[in-house]
């Protein structure tokens, strides 16, 4: 076999592949006997059909199939041989295939740039800490109430905090426009559902009130046809009901799970997710800190096929998120690639520096801490154990695992050269925050 290769551009390069005639030929040749052991034909018993006959009939599509199997053994087996690490697909241009003659191709690819770390000594990281107080639990508690919280209707005015049900008609000009109007419609004075000014008009109204309410539009609104524009919502109030927070009590705590124990045992549980929910938090932020600071001391050359990848698997979880795969529309119109280019850049980034730090320090997986996190995820269901074994039963699951914990312990060696300043916090500041956190 014959390979050269070239640099054409940045990361990417050019090689070209010659495979000697006979070894296709050869494979050929051995398919088609194979084959004609079984071929039936008219005219002809099993197995006796003449290899002229066979090779006229099927040798076409065979030799197709032999020329895709050593086209691409042959390109891994350059690669190795040449010491490149291709970072995507590679394009194939076949140059000579024809029957007979030396197989000869053109393959052209990216492939992984080289990253030299830098001292991550000079790396300024906070590392924060903060304990689930009762008075957080208190707060929580009071979440949970205000989620399961009913209304129920009453004789009087309306105030903010209050849900009223309602018709409106938005007009523009004298003009209906789309989407400004609805009946029967919930609404909970407060909440900042409707643009500014709508629902502080409603308040003081009672069932059965009817206001016209002159309002404008911000000028930021998602709808371009009505940024700024001067409006009037004709309002008419059916009803108004107050909030009723449920009672502490056993059928509240059966909703989270809890059967016996009674409030003890709720508080409890809610303190120890909350506690799981911290140090979630705390984690992530240091974690981000890191991360940002490998960011901004490296700027590794980004094969763009990694990139690519990284986008689409990002316009996938997008769409699960929003009830999976649809087939009737062109996704990549509705969610075009610039919508994630500067977090898979990120993500990309940041995957080939994380990755030169484990070679270059030779970290491998702590086994303690692939097995606490198993435990973790597994302690979230009923049945623990078997969550436990499924995982080490998956090689996929227990991948994902190793990787985060790899990436943990990538962060655990910086923040062991890096100046770290330890600073208290309180459960509402850190976890408040943690959208921000993500690294």
Known sequence: MQVSIETTSGLERRLTIGVPAEKVESEVQKRLQEAAKNIRMNGFRKGKVPMKVVKQRYGAGVRQEVVGEVISSSFYEAVRKESVKPAGQPAIEPKEIGEGKDLEFVATFEVYPTVELGDFSGYEITRYDAKVTDEDVDK?????????????????????????????????????????????????????????????????????????????????????????????????????????????????????????????????????????????????????QVMDALLESHKPELPKALVSSEIDVLRNQMMQRFGGQQQNFDIKSLLPDDMFQKEAERRVALGLIVGEVIKENKIKPDAKRVRSMVEELASTYEEPEQVVEYYYSNRELMSGVESAVLEDQVVDHILGEAKVTDESSSYDDIVANKSENAG
């Open 140 to 288: 929580m508690v009071e979440v949970l109430r205000e989620q399961q919280a009913s209304f129920e209707e009453v004789d009087r005015a309306a105030a903010e905090g209050d849900q009223v049900n309602i018709d409106f008609v938005g007009t523009k000009d004298g003009e209906e426009f789309s989407g400004g109007s609805a009946e029967g419609q919930n609404l909970v004075l407060g909440s900042g559902s409707m643009i500014p000014g709508f629902e502080d008009a409603l308040v003081g109204l009672k069932a059965g009130d009817e206001k016209v309410v002159p309002l404008t539009f911000p000028e930021d609104y998602q709808a371009e046809e009505l940024r700024g524009a001067s409006v009037e919502f004709k309002v008419k109030v059916n009803k108004v009901s107050e909030k009723k927070l449920p009672e502490l009590n056993k059928d509240f705590y059966a909703k989270f799970g809890v059967e016996k124990g009674g409030k003890t045992q709720f508080r409890k549980e809610v303190k120890a997710n909350m506690a799981r929910e911290l140090g979630h938090a705390l984690k992530a932020k240091t974690k981000a």
